[in-house]
T-cell receptor, first 113, second 113 residues
């Protein structure tokens, strides 16, 4: 089944403890992206990647890192999480330019205490 | 209706009636638009998309209308069903920042019997 898989589904952590949220897609998509969703706000883009080893900042990249060493994986790294990073995170992917329809994962609810 | 980046309005519709959800956008360079449905606790699901060279596109029970003159997008759902209860939001992509999508905050649709 074609899908975008995020792990974990729920995560509670403490301020400053490094964490990684994984994202994997099995559709051979070139484009991948991370978003955060907060109440009353639309999805805000954190980082995106057009292809392997190519990443760019979105609208809210501060406090986050990403890497794209393989086409299928696009992990989101929080080196030193803070409470304002408590949010619902979504990974998405698409074939890329000319076929931009985004497929989303099920989300990761992160709480930073 | 919603504007990209603002509050979350609610649309209450009776089962069997048609629903119309609106979205305003501000970037005249936007050339691709998508409507998503998000049920509670789930990731966004693709409903329908449209490119700026079209005014209308139809899917199964859904129609998207694009008015580039007034920068307005709408989603029409025919014969609304209880399973249509969800948050609906639009997303736009512009030609001058490929890879970046801007999302609206969404409209909560509540279907009453």
């Amino acid at each position: 089944e074609a899908q975008v898989t995020q792990n974990p589904r729920y995560l509670i952590t403490v301020t400053g403890k490094k964490l990684t949220v994984t994202c994997s897609q099995n559709m051979n998509h070139e484009y991948m992206s991370w978003y955060r969703q907060d109440p009353g706000l639309g999805l805000r883009q954190i980082y995106y990647s057009m292809n392997v080893e190519v990443t760019d900042k979105g609208d809210v990249p501060e406090g986050y890192k990403v890497s794209r060493k393989e086409k299928r994986n696009f992990p989101l790294i929080l080196e030193s999480p803070s409470p304002n990073q408590t949010s619902l995170y979504f990974c998405a992917s698409s074939f890329g330019r000319g076929n931009e329809k985004l497929f989303f994962g099920s989300g990761t609810q992160l709480s930073v205490l | 209706g919603e504007s990209v980046g603002l509050h979350l309005p609610t649309l209450s519709v009776q089962e069997g009636d048609n629903s119309i959800i609106n979205c305003a956008y501000s970037n005249s360079a936007s050339d691709y638009f998508i409507w998503y449905k998000q049920e509670s606790g789930k990731g966004p699901q693709f409903i329908i998309d449209i490119r700026s060279n079209m005014d209308k596109r139809q899917g199964q029970r859904v129609t998207v209308l694009l008015n580039k003159t007034v920068k307005h997008l709408s989603l029409q759902i025919a014969a609304t069903q209880p399973g249509d209860s969800a948050v609906y939001f639009c997303a736009e992509k512009s030609t001058d920042s490929w890879g970046k999508f801007q999302f609206g905050a969404g409209t909560q649709v509540v279907v009453t019997p």
